[in-house]
């Protein structure tokens, strides 16, 4: 089970973490998980550079450590890029030494003040000593989930809960990944169209 729309209680059970963008105006902040990935990360790219629009990439070290390449386009490219552990771990399911071991192992790659818990899930603990351990760290969530990573759904589902859910400040998460390209490439230059046809801008977190 998961939400699409991020509700206000869960926002206020971590109100220390980033949910929204500050930018003024219609700004829409698009950020990819999990990547890069030799299919997917090309295609998103491909996509941003149509509408001249910047994203946030949440990278998981060892992805990057199998395809820097692609990670040095990422950033060639004017994006911004985020630690998303090395593994992919769940903090909810590790010890927080294994955790915070993990992060600071892909942070041997990924140079950035940024990081993204998977799955959204981090400990209260966890969140105290990542600060301890990279002080300034930004851990960024979301409000918008675009289930792309769903099997179950439609690629039009997933269009259809972007665009629904999506205002102006929204940081909404995709994924760069195989389980989600499907879904993924339907949904990504249509929404990008649709919100560029709006008038709005996509910016980096």
């Known amino acids: 089970m998961y939400l699409v729309k991020t509700p206000w209680w869960l926002r206020a059970l971590y109100p220390s973490l980033v949910w929204r963008g500050n930018g003024d105006g219609k700004t829409i902040y698009l950020s990819f998980d999990d990547g890069p990935h030799e299919t997917a990360t090309p295609f998103v790219l491909d996509q941003l550079k149509q509408y001249n629009a910047k994203a ?13 390449a692609l990670y040095q386009r990422i950033l060639d490219e004017g994006h911004s890029v985020g630690n998303h552990t090395h593994n992919h771990l769940n903090g909810w399911k590790v ?3 294994v ?16 990081f993204r818990p998977p799955y959204g899930r981090i ?15 930004k851990i960024i969530m979301w409000d918008v989930l675009s289930g792309d990573f769903d099997v179950d759904l439609t690629g039009e589902a997933c269009l259809g809960y972007v665009l629904y859910h999506t205002r102006p400040g929204s940081i909404i998460v995709f994924h760069d990944s195989a389980k989600a390209f499907p879904r ?12 560029s046809n709006e008038g709005y801008l996509f910016g980096g977190l």
Not at 56 to 68: D, E, L, M, R, T
């Open 99 to 114: 955790y915070l071991d993990d992060i600071r192992q892909a942070s041997t790659l990924v140079k950035s003040g940024l």
């Open 184 to 195: 993924l490439q339907y949904t990504l230059p249509r929404m990008l169209e649709h919100f």
């Open 123 to 137: 400990k209260r603990a966890q969140v105290k000593k990542l600060r301890q351990q990279q002080p300034g760290v």
């Open 95 to 97: 010890k927080d030494e």
């Open 56 to 68: 946030s990439f949440f990278c998981i070290g060892k992805n990057v450590s199998a395809h820097p």
